[in-house]
């Protein structure tokens, strides 16, 4: 039989390598032969890994193997790291004489954002990688593995993007490699890679010298160089060290969720079961499953679920349209954009990406789902286990639910084989709420579908209120517009055109930055109160805001146990057993309340802590007695002694930037005491009408509920019959909600 | 701004000039051209799409269209999008003729120019443009191929090699959406995302390498920081970094020049001293002003 890897003879010995795309199935496979086939079949198996994450990654392997005849999918190790690149070594001095702190004590948003150093990184089991099935093979056969890279290396990050030709099936990998490797080579390489080269080639010296005949597979882009250094005399042979087995704490095993697994399982996870079906029978010459044919299996099904009546019954429900038009227009631009990526199949990344691109919504999230149904690894059958998943955020960002709970660690960045697999946000709410069902409840929260609805309002009021006298007169042309330009017209037929001109609203000259400026926004929903009407306010914990915090020391000083308040209300508080829920006269709100807590956290660091007003007692409760004191303070003001519609304005004034945007009621008059409070203070008031929102949406905004919440991060998430009990869906007005208030923050 | 003349049905027109674009290189945003290029790609009876460009201003739109054009070798002609575009300015308009034996001269837009050479039509911020407007796209946009011009009473088709993209703004999209009929037609809709900052610091080094004399990397470092003091709303986009590193240069130039000698507005150079004060004079002047607003 014709060897599928690369033969390279050094003296007397035989070294097999299967230079591969990590986790490309075609590698993983090259592997399998070599290691099946009589007449080829190595000695020993060396892969490029760290000697002691080699051991561990076979240890659990030959735990796994017991138990499971298919690897599990997906598990991961997370491994430590501690190394910062040595080419930051500057940067990191200058920062910490600049802080005056020791890189240990600093935060890991700015070791991260300046070093380039994560604390953690991902090694996916995936059995479709060359080097997982490589360490498989050995572990069941019990042929000694080596790991022969370094154990630990810092990446600069500085490497070009390798635009590799994926390979055919049916290619023969000397033909692929020799071109791919030499064409990688070409690229830049990171400063630690010459050292990894390096010590790679001179273990695998060694081993060949004890074993006569190793399969060695590593990633592609290393191959050419740790060739040219295999060949070259002065690279002697180094000792490869035995490990010892890596402490628990440098080492963890996690469950890699779906919304993380896409990226690390071949074209898409479909191939999986076939894989192992081969595997099983041990053929060297059984065929490998045509992922063309599966792919046009799973936009079969995709497509029959998106045009089923059912389908379209609830597109149609939702105002989205369908046609079979769609179905061509997605296809050919897959294919296109396919053979533009160098893709003979595409992969569920360029699907996605294409549906995305060409079709509604819908039919991207019944195409992730018909991709990701798959027989996932579950929580319980790795109770010792983390779980590993998506975060919405994207990026490096993740989510690790453990035991202790639910936190976001930053990995470095994974380089998956294709583009990176963008999953529908809906798909990873899912995988995140699935793991809550279990989680305990963390106390009221207010119900995010008011909040966003009051963040995207008060968004169009400061719009609103800066463009309400912005008409220009245009010639009349079908539509009367906004009536009829009286002044215009007659100048026009002064000067003999005869033209009718009518009055047209321009777009507000008003950018996303200055949205957010316009903040506090004051809302007053009626002219008269109830009689049990009293002040409110809603609090945010320093508890849950301080993790995010860049600068701890200064989150401490100004926020300490003191509390943020987003929102000031006149109103009363109806409660019922299962929630609670504010009816206001009218409210303050001081920046969008629909952040994050990281966004929260990021608002108060840019503004300085001084555009909300911090509540200095530990008081929960609805009464605002910090609040008033602060205003007298400031002011001079006693709140008392005003109208509630006043007061509101008057809690509202010394935390605005320049402006603050009042949404009242047709005729609404602010009082002489206002205005002079205001010139004090040099800000100007912008009033807008609540005519500008529909009746239902203000009755929607006058009533805020407060739930039990299951998490908190990144996003609040309630049990389903709080939806049932408050009569909308938690994911509500999430689309309304402008781009600069869901994007505040959020770049890498 | 008319060249050839052309006929349509024994009328005379004069055609629009293409752009000659500028030859710069691109960084990065390899995978946004090849959605591009894929759109236009048709095989058999595949029709060509016309993809829509959504980004925020200054994050490189206009410069991958320029890149894709000259990729496909194709001559590209831009279409600016306004709010006084009535839809029979995207096709042709009349004016008075400098030749004295005809009273009028049609002129065809930058579109149908395209249309009729064969040529790539970019129209940018189509966002800004009237719904009622756009109403004649629907015909060229679908497998019909052509637009009626009432101007010219005739019907106009598109040359098979003729190809559309379009780009609007994410806040023009917000505030007024496309029309549905328009929004259906221009698939694929690519979104054109800040540029991480790796691309950004490449970008920096391209246009200021060779002109700074001081560390560029920790100038890069205090522009990152300062823009993420001032501006966490959004990372900068090239529009944004270009601007305020060449104006740190020039206020660089004008403290270099020399105050015995009348000031030189052009050629004058002598960037040696480009340091952090510079870049800080800078980036508080630019942001005076709200970053990323409108172009």
């Given at each position: ?6 033969v390279l003879?050094?003296g ?8 591969a ?14 290691c ?15 000697p ?16 499971h005849?298919a ?5 991961g ?5 501690r190394?910062?690149?040595?080419g ?8 910490q004489k ?11 948003d ?72 030499g ?7 990171g ?6 080269e390096?010590?790679m ?22 191959w ?8 070259h005399p ?5 000792p ?9 704490t ?48 799973i936009?079969?099904k ?29 296809s050919?631009y ?19 990406s294409a ?10 999230n019944?195409l ?19 779980y ?15 035991d ?44 995010l ?5 009051i ?5 169009k ?19 009367i ?6 002044k215009?017209t007659l100048r026009?037929?002064?000067?003999c ?8 609203r ?12 316009g903040?506090?926004?004051?809302w ?8 049990d ?12 805001l ?13 926020l ?49 802590y ?30 008392e ?8 304005i ?16 047709d005729g ?12 004090r ?7 807008t ?11 929607r905004l006058?009533?805020?509920h ?17 939806e049932?009990?408050i ?6 007005y999430?689309?309304?909600v402008p781009?600069?208030v869901?994007?505040?923050g959020?770049?890498? | 701004?008319?060249?050839a003349?052309?006929?349509i ?36 009876a ?6 829509l460009?959504v ?37 042709c ?26 040529g ?10 009237r719904?009622?407007a ?29 190809r559309?993209?379009?780009?609007t703004?994410?806040?023009?999209l917000?505030?007024?959406r ?46 990152w ?18 601007q ?24 004058q ?27």
């Amino acid at each position: 039989m014709k060897n599928d890897a690369v033969v390279l003879k050094i003296g007397p010995a035989i070294l097999q390598v299967v230079p591969a795309i990590h986790y490309r199935l075609f590698f993983a496979r090259a592997v399998h032969r070599v290691c099946i086939s009589s007449k080829h079949r190595p000695a020993a198996i060396a892969v490029e890994l760290g000697p002691e994450t080699a051991a561990s990654v076979a240890l659990w392997i030959r735990e796994l193997a017991c138990q499971h005849k298919a690897l599990p999918v997906l598990l991961g190790l997370l491994i430590k790291n501690r190394l910062i690149p040595a080419g930051f070594r500057d940067r990191a001095e200058c920062l910490q004489k600049q802080s005056c702190r020791d890189l240990s004590e600093m935060d890991g948003d700015i070791l991260r954002e300046r070093l380039n150093f994560y604390p953690e990184r991902l090694l996916p089991l995936s059995p479709t990688d060359s080097i997982i099935e490589a360490i498989r093979f050995a572990v069941v056969n019990g042929l000694p593995v080596y790991g022969v890279d370094l154990e630990e290396s810092a990446d600069d990050d500085d490497q070009d993007e390798h635009v590799f030709q994926q390979p055919v099936y049916g290619q023969p990998l000397n033909a692929f490699s020799g071109e791919a490797a030499g064409y990688a080579a070409l690229h830049a390489h990171g400063e630690a890679d010459h050292r990894r080269e390096y010590a790679m080639a001179s273990r695998l010296k060694t081993l060949l010298d004890r074993h006569g005949n190793v399969l060695f597979t590593c990633g592609l882009a290393h191959w050419k160089r740790i060739e040219a250094l295999l060949q070259h005399p002065d690279v002697r042979p180094a000792p490869v060290p035995v490990p010892v087995g890596r402490s628990s704490t440098d080492c963890r095993r996690e469950i890699v969720g779906p919304s993380l697994a896409v990226r690390f399982l071949d074209l898409f996870p479909a191939v999986i079961p076939s894989w192992e079906k081969v595997r099983a029978a041990r053929r060297c010459k059984m065929p490998l499953p045509d992922p063309n044919s599966l792919l046009e299996k799973i936009l079969g099904k995709s497509f029959q679920k998106f045009f089923s009546r059912d389908g379209i019954r609830q597109r149609s429900a939702e105002g989205q349209t369908a046609s079979p038009d769609m179905i061509r227009r997605f296809s050919g631009y897959l294919n296109s954009l396919a053979l533009l990526e160098h893709y003979p199949v595409p992969d569920m990344a360029l699907a996605l990406s294409a549906a995305r691109e060409t079709m509604d919504p819908a039919f991207v999230n019944t195409l992730a789902g018909v991709f990701m149904d798959f027989p996932w690894v579950k929580p319980a059958d790795f109770p010792d286990c983390g779980y590993l998943t998506g975060s919405l955020g994207g990026g490096d960002r993740m989510t690790l639910v453990t035991d202790a709970g639910k936190e976001e660690i930053s990995v470095r960045p994974l380089k998956p084989a294709g583009q990176d697999v963008l999953i529908p946000e809906e798909i990873i709410e899912k995988e995140i709420r699935s793991l809550n069902r279990h989680t305990s409840l963390l106390g009221d929260f207010s119900w995010l579908p008011w909040d966003r609805l009051i963040t995207a309002s008060s968004i169009k009021a400061i719009a609103a209120s800066r463009q309400g006298s912005q008409h220009r007169a245009v010639i009349i042309d079908n539509s009367i517009l906004d009536g009829l330009d009286v002044k215009a017209t007659l100048r026009s037929h002064s000067r003999c055109e005869n033209k009718i001109y009518v009055r047209e609203r321009t777009i507000a000259d008003i950018t996303p930055g200055d949205s957010l400026h316009g903040f506090p926004v004051v809302w007053i929903f009626t002219d008269t109160a109830d009689h049990d009407d009293s002040w409110r306010k809603q609090v945010f914990t320093s508890r849950h805001l301080r993790p995010h915090a860049r600068n701890k020391r200064r989150f401490d000083r100004l926020l300490g146990n003191s509390h943020m308040i987003p929102i000031v209300g006149y109103g009363r508080r109806a409660k019922d057993e299962r929630m609670t829920c504010d009816l206001f006269s009218g409210l303050v709100i001081y920046h969008p309340t629909c952040f994050t807590n990281r966004q929260h956290t990021l608002w108060l660091e840019h503004t300085g802590y001084r555009r909300a007003p911090i509540c200095p007692d530990d008081d929960f409760s609805g009464e605002v007695d910090g609040l008033k004191a602060i205003i007298r303070d400031r002011l001079g003001v006693n709140i008392e002694a005003h109208d509630w519609k006043m007061g509101l304005i008057i809690y509202a004034l010394p935390f605005a930037d320049g402006s603050l945007t009042v949404v009242g009621p047709d005729g609404f008059q602010l009082d002489e005491t206002v205005l002079g409070l205001a010139r004090r203070l040099n800000i100007t008031i912008h009033q807008t009408s609540l005519n500008h929102f529909s009746i239902g949406d203000c009755q929607r905004l006058a009533r805020c509920h407060f739930a039990p919440c299951t998490t908190l991060e990144p996003v609040c998430r309630y049990a389903k019959d709080v939806e049932q009990a408050i009569g909308e869906s938690q994911d509500a007005y999430a689309r309304i909600v402008p781009r600069q208030v869901t994007d505040f923050g959020m770049w890498p | 701004m008319s060249e050839a003349i052309t006929t349509i049905n024994d009328k005379s027109v004069r055609l629009g000039l293409p752009v000659a674009t500028p030859n710069v290189d691109i960084v990065g945003r390899q995978h946004e051209m090849n959605k591009i290029l894929a759109a236009w790609m048709c095989r058999g009876a595949d029709m060509a799409l016309s993809p829509l460009l959504v980004g925020a201003p200054g994050v490189g739109k206009n410069r991958i269209v320029y890149a894709c054009s000259r990729l496909c070798a194709n001559v590209l002609y831009i279409f600016q999008g306004h709010e006084d575009i009535t839809a029979e300015d995207l096709i042709c308009s009349i004016r008075i003729s400098d030749d004295r034996k005809k009273q009028m001269d049609y002129t065809l837009s930058s579109l149908v120019s395209a249309m009729i050479k064969g040529g790539i039509c970019f129209i940018d911020e189509i966002g800004k443009i009237r719904p009622r407007a756009l109403a004649p796209l629907a015909s060229l946009l679908d497998e019909r191929r052509y637009l009626d011009s009432t101007l010219l009473g005739e019907r106009i088709y598109a040359h098979s090699a003729f190809r559309l993209v379009a780009a609007t703004n994410v806040s023009d999209l917000e505030r007024s959406r496309l029309p549905d009929f328009i929004l259906s037609r221009l698939r694929p809709v690519i979104t054109i995302g800040y540029p991480d900052r790796k691309e950004i610091d490449a970008i920096i080094n391209n246009h200021f390498a060779q002109k700074i004399d001081y560390g560029l990397s920790a100038l890069l470092d205090l522009f990152w920081d300062l823009w993420r003091d001032s501006c966490p709303e959004h990372p900068p986009t090239p529009r944004d970094s270009l601007q305020i590193f060449g104006y740190a240069r020039k206020l660089a130039d004008f403290e270099a020049a020399d105050s015995g000698q009348p000031l030189r507005l052009e050629g004058q150079a002598n960037g040696d001293v480009f340091t952090k004060e510079h870049l800080i004079r800078a980036f508080t002047t630019f942001h005076d002003f709200p970053a990323g607003g409108e172009a």
